[in-house]
């Protein structure tokens, strides 16, 4: 085996040295270097289309773009700020009640004994998702339409409302068949809620509309509501 020992190489027609060698055996290479593919031992390989492979462990102090989240194995217990799809379930709170309310207000509503609290999570903000289901009836006179409406609030708050209606005729009074009640829903994302903080969700109802009364009824399912906390 033979050993060319030089400490600089230039090419024939240039002005300065593309290549200077130190005694240690490491290399400095001046200006624009063109390869196919280069491997550093056996962690790094860059090839000539710009990937980079590398094994074992990569330390960086920066680093800049998008990394595909399922390209991300294993754990990461700090350092990295979430900026959206981090939301999770934190809990869930229901309640149902078993009742049978007439009411002949248009201008008030009367609470029908359905109620859900929930202590909010201590720390960070989140939003509570109201699922509601109760059934509501409408007495109406003969040849005329009537109308309830059931309502959802926190606090003095209102989250959402629902109405059913109904039409020529005695239908879902508190005195006939509870099959004739109709099924007033509430789905509703309360955006308004601190951590740490416990709040109380009702649900009301009134009539409307030429209704002789409003009518509830928890016979039929019964009514609940259910409240999810999700955190932001």
């Known amino acids: ?19 200077t060698l130190d005694p240690n055996g490491g290399a400095v290479i001046a200006g624009v270097t063109t390869v196919s593919t280069v491997k550093v031992g056996s962690g790094v390989t ?8 590398h094994t074992g ?10 990394i595909p989240a399922a390209s991300i194995v294993g754990v990461c217990t700090s350092g990295l700020t979430k900026t959206g799809g981090f ?38 903000h989140g939003s509570v998702l109201c ?15 009537a109308y309830a409406q059931m309502n959802l609030v926190r606090g003095s708050t209102e989250i959402g409302t629902a109405f059913i209606g109904a039409f020529s005729g005695n239908v879902g009074s508190a005195t006939n068949d509870p099959t004739t009640y109709q099924n007033a829903v509430i789905n509703e994302l ?12 009702k649900v009301q109802f009134k009539k409307l509309s030429n209704a002789q009364q409003a009518a509830w009824n928890g016979y039929n399912g019964p009514s609940t509501i259910t409240l999810i906390e999700i955190a932001s």
């Open 1 to 19: 085996m033979s050993t060319l020992k030089v400490n600089k190489i230039r090419d024939t027609a240039g002005s300065a040295d593309s290549i």
């Open 57 to 66: 462990v990569c330390t960086a102090t920066s680093f800049a773009g998008e």
């Open 131 to 145: 699922l509601v289901q109760g059934h509501l009836g409408a007495l109406a006179n003969s040849g005329e339409d």
């Open 190 to 201: 309360d955006d308004g809620t601190s951590g740490g903080t416990t709040y109380t969700y």
């Open 87 to 124: 939301g999770k379930i934190l809990q869930i709170v229901q309640s149902h009640y078993t009742s049978n309310i007439s009411y002949n207000s248009t201008t008030t509503y009367a609470d029908t004994g359905l109620t859900c609290n929930i202590t909010t999570a201590s720390s960070g």
């Open 46 to 53: 860059i090839t000539s289309d710009g990937d980079i492979f």
